[in-house]
């Protein structure tokens, strides 16, 4: 808009005439030029009006009352709709400097959002840290969990297995969890699993063993040791007999 107007108001010159300026299309760049910043202010001051810090909006609203200076002081001229000669009052528009002009204006504003923009950035990388230290607590308690729930138990197991001779008591830890009965029921087939592993050590080694005791009435494997040692005492009976 400055190049636009200092061109128009110096079109008379001869050194203006020789550089080949047209009035017309200097005019038409102002206008442009002109629609242009007004529409930028206008977005700028539409999406900045939300924010509430105090310097930002002092440097908003300063920013707002030079482009309406500015404005009102071009509007006139702009609405003639053709090149004309420059009044002394809208040639000024850019180059009095005995206030604070537009483009002042337009630096503060750039330092107020920049140094707004940095603070804003180092608040979202504080949060991001902050999320990111939650997350790793979150899943730093979830995998204790994880650990807690079956990681350890399942180790008991394996030392449950792994030990055959270790006791049977129900270890600190898995008391009054769901986990308690079922080492307790792996502790019984284990320990079912050795007198069944001497009876038929005994039978191997030509003794007659005692019947497994029977845990309730339905104990097929306890009947069944007791039907094995009478069939093998009949037998023992009827070589006796034959001999």
């Given at each position: 808009?400055?190049?636009?107007?200092?061109?128009?108001?110096?079109?008379?010159?001869?050194?203006?005439?020789?550089a080949?300026?047209?009035?017309?299309?200097?005019?038409?760049?102002?206008?442009?030029?002109?629609?242009q910043a007004n529409?930028?202010?206008?977005?700028?001051?539409?999406?900045?009006?939300?924010?509430?810090?105090?310097?930002?909006?002092?440097a908003?609203?300063?920013?707002?009352?030079?482009?309406s200076?500015?404005?009102?002081?071009?509007?006139?001229?702009?609405?003639?709709?053709?090149?004309?000669?420059?009044?002394?009052?809208?040639?000024?528009?850019?180059s009095?400097?005995?206030?604070?002009?537009?483009?002042?204006?337009?630096?503060d504003?750039?330092?107020?959002?920049?140094?707004?923009?940095?603070?804003?950035?180092?608040?979202?990388?504080?949060?991001?840290?902050?999320?990111?230290?939650?997350?790793?607590?979150?899943?730093?308690?979830?995998?204790?969990?994880?650990?807690?729930?079956?990681?350890?138990?399942?180790?008991?197991?394996?030392?449950?297995?792994?030990?055959?001779?270790?006791?049977?008591?129900?270890?600190?830890?898995?008391?009054?969890?769901?986990?308690?009965?079922?080492?307790?029921?792996?502790?019984?087939?284990?320990?079912?699993?050795?007198?069944?592993?001497?009876?038929?050590?005994?039978?191997?080694?030509?003794?007659?063993?005692?019947?497994?005791?029977?845990?309730?009435?339905?104990?097929?494997?306890?009947?069944?040791?007791?039907?094995?040692?009478?069939?093998?005492?009949?037998?023992?009976?009827?070589?006796?007999?034959?001999?």
């Amino acid at each position: 808009m400055e190049h636009s107007l200092l061109g128009l108001a110096h079109a008379d010159s001869r050194k203006i005439r020789f550089a080949g300026y047209a009035e017309a299309r200097l005019y038409t760049e102002l206008r442009q030029a002109y629609q242009q910043a007004n529409d930028a202010v206008g977005s700028i001051l539409t999406a900045a009006s939300g924010d509430t810090d105090f310097h930002f909006y002092q440097a908003m609203l300063r920013l707002e009352l030079e482009w309406s200076q500015t404005r009102s002081r071009l509007a006139e001229y702009i609405a003639a709709n053709q090149p004309q000669r420059i009044s002394l009052t809208t040639l000024r528009t850019f180059s009095f400097r005995g206030h604070d002009t537009l483009d002042a204006a337009l630096r503060d504003f750039k330092a107020v959002f920049q140094k707004q923009l940095e603070h804003e950035v180092t608040q979202s990388l504080q949060a991001m840290k902050g999320y990111a230290i939650g997350l790793l607590v979150a899943l730093s308690l979830i995998v204790g969990l994880l650990w807690y729930r079956w990681a350890r138990p399942l180790r008991w197991f394996q030392c449950a297995l792994t030990q055959p001779h270790r006791e049977s008591d129900t270890p600190p830890p898995l008391k009054g969890t769901e986990w308690e009965a079922i080492f307790q029921r792996v502790a019984f087939q284990e320990r079912r699993l050795r007198e069944v592993e001497v009876f038929m050590r005994d039978l191997a080694m030509g003794r007659i063993p005692e019947p497994l005791e029977p845990i309730d009435s339905t104990d097929s494997l306890a009947r069944s040791s007791a039907w094995l040692i009478k069939r093998i005492e009949e037998l023992r009976s009827e070589r006796r007999e034959a001999v």
